[in-house]
């Protein structure tokens, strides 16, 4: 098996810069109630995301844009000038994401043939892949975004495109991603296996074949398809 991942919240926590400006920007939000914000948060990006990928509107203007638009649907103040200020931080800690060792382990050791298909401007995935040093594992013509094909997922003409770029047959591919809708139909429709990481608890459904919720679950399912043992297994039971 061969494996395609999705970047955003699959190699690295999406919400860790988020948490970070939360915290920075002292916004009202209870710690039980940060999934919530988060996840409205993500939404209202989803919904323009369209116009990002057109080129209607900069990376900037819909981080504001979202981060706008969650604060009042919960009720919390927030001016233009005071979202592209949290934009522009977000911005900062996305320059400080990383993989886990977890990742870095896995990659240096595989023997896998991999890729990466992920949504969104071209610069701007590519600068994430090579902050994560992902191009460390994966080539570069292995590195695919829907700003340079000009398919966005769940679109299967984006699956496809990666497949034929490839030169190879979709059934010979697991996807790994978290979003149900983008991901995981986008990828069963196109004739890819698919692997759910639900990192944050979302919508779950039949074109999942394997769900996993922690990165250590998705290693060792990884590892179990390759025929290897994770650390844990190696270990003698006492």
């Not at 240096?108 to 994560?132: C, W, Y």
Request: glycine content about 6%.
């Amino acid at each position: 098996m061969k494996f395609l991942f999705d970047c955003d919240d699959t190699l690295y926590d999406l919400s860790w810069p988020f948490r970070c400006c939360i915290e920075d920007f002292q916004l009202p939000v209870e710690s039980k109630d940060l999934l919530t914000f988060y996840a409205c948060y993500r939404q209202h990006g989803d919904a323009i995301f369209p116009l990002v990928q057109e080129g209607r509107m900069s990376v900037d203007e819909s981080g504001a844009y979202r981060i706008q638009k969650a604060c009042q649907d919960h009720g919390i103040e927030m001016t233009k000038a005071q979202a592209l200020k949290f934009q522009e931080r977000y911005r900062f800690y996305q320059s400080k994401i990383q993989m886990s060792s977890l990742f870095h382990q896995f990659f240096s050791t595989s023997k896998s043939e991999m890729a990466v298909l992920t949504n969104g401007e071209d610069g701007h995935q590519r600068n994430k892949v090579h902050t994560l040093r992902v191009t460390d594992y994966i080539p570069e013509d292995h590195i695919f975004t829907s700003g340079q094909i000009g398919y966005r997922k769940p679109d299967s003409k984006a699956f496809q495109y990666v497949m034929e770029a490839l030169q190879d047959q979709p059934q010979n591919w697991l996807y790994i991603g978290d979003s149900y809708i983008n991901d995981m139909e986008g990828a069963k429709k196109a004739g890819l296996h698919t692997l759910y990481f639900n990192r944050h608890h979302q919508m779950e459904g039949p074109c999942a074949e394997h769900i996993v919720y922690t990165e250590e679950q998705l290693i060792k399912y990884l590892m179990d398809l390759e025929g290897r043992e994770t650390d844990d297994q190696r270990r003698p039971k006492e």
